[in-house]
């Protein structure tokens, strides 16, 4: 199973008192649900992969309205051979639809309810709904982090959208082949919408892989740093050595310090050292405490001294 499929079973799991059902069931209605006409008049079908989000919605009606519904199974023979579960409602349709307030006098309503999202815990519920009927989250396993719900209308995806802000999560809304989108791409809100859902075990796995994703892409970033600072260090200690080679082969023309001198031998003897290295080399040495400000205005003098004959070397070659 899919980490989406993980978390819908767990959301057709959660024990819903009847205002919280209804406005889930609202929210099936109006993502997935048909709505058709014939001579027998108005009869609403679901039609769906997951058999478990098909026997849920049949619960929902089956308790809230007392009526039986009519299910069918439809083999696909192209492409995933997957069985496709439809749910027939016949009757009580159009009381039902009247009920959820998805249809009145003035025709059907894309909008989400406010007697439905009026209330926090209905609000979550709807939410739930939306995503039984369409959602998806890309597994925590992976690179990027993406849930997405899908509709067929605009004022849907909005109103979709605008509760989403209410529970402070950055939804966005586009349009993509001839449906639209509301996504979110942030981990940390893609875990607040598992909360908000209820989905406790599918929050813990998305936060358990997060986490350990994000602990190790933040010690590749550590060793990336480290690597890059020992490469500099290795460059610049390769430039100062061959500066002191060259003041040594023009020693005879130069008046050297003291100072100067302990720092060309602690550097040619660790080549590999760093400027707090060199620093406790010189006192372990000589006895001579030296600050790091101290140890790079040494090191600059020595790299001012060979200059000329650096730059004489350079143009000769």
Not at 14 to 21: G, I, R
């Amino acid at each position: 199973m899919s980490f989406t499929s993980d978390v819908k079973s767990e959301i057709c799991l959660d024990t819903l008192d009847d205002y919280q059902a209804k406005a889930q069931l609202c929210a099936l209605m109006q993502v997935k649900a048909t709505l058709h006409m014939n001579w027998q008049g108005m009869y609403v079908s679901f039609q769906m992969e997951n058999a478990g989000i098909i026997k849920h919605i049949y619960g929902l009606i089956k308790r809230l309205y007392h009526v039986d519904c009519r299910l069918s199974v439809l083999k696909k023979m192209q492409l995933k051979k997957n069985n496709i579960y439809r749910l027939q409602i016949y009757e009580k349709a159009s009381e039902i639809l009247e009920d959820l307030m998805i249809l009145n006098d003035t025709g059907l309503h894309s909008a989400p309810p406010y007697k439905w999202i009026r209330s926090e815990k209905n609000a979550r519920a709807y939410l739930q709904g939306c995503f039984l009927a369409s959602g998806s989250i890309n597994s925590p396993k992976t690179t990027n982090y993406h849930c997405e719900i899908t509709t067929t209308t605009q004022a849907l995806g909005q109103g979709i959208k605008k509760i989403m802000e209410r529970f402070l999560l950055p939804a966005r809304l586009i349009e993509r082949k001839n449906v639209w989108v509301v996504y979110i791409k942030a981990g940390d809100k893609i875990a607040d919408l598992l909360r908000l859902c209820n989905a406790s075990n599918a929050l813990f796995q998305f936060e358990d892989n997060r986490i350990q994703r994000d602990f190790y892409n933040q010690l590749t970033r550590l060793d990336n740093c480290e690597v890059a600072n020992e490469m500099k260090t290795f460059k610049a200690a390769k430039e100062q050595i061959e500066c002191i080679e060259i003041i040594e082969r023009h020693a005879n023309t130069l008046t050297i310090s003291e100072k100067i001198v302990r720092v060309m031998d602690v550097r040619k003897e660790h080549p590999e050292a760093n400027i707090n290295e060199l620093c406790e080399i010189v006192y372990e040495k000589y006895g001579e405490k030296i600050s790091k400000s101290g140890m790079k205005h040494r090191l600059s003098k020595i790299r001012t001294m060979a200059a000329p004959w650096r730059k004489c070397d350079e143009t000769e070659n």
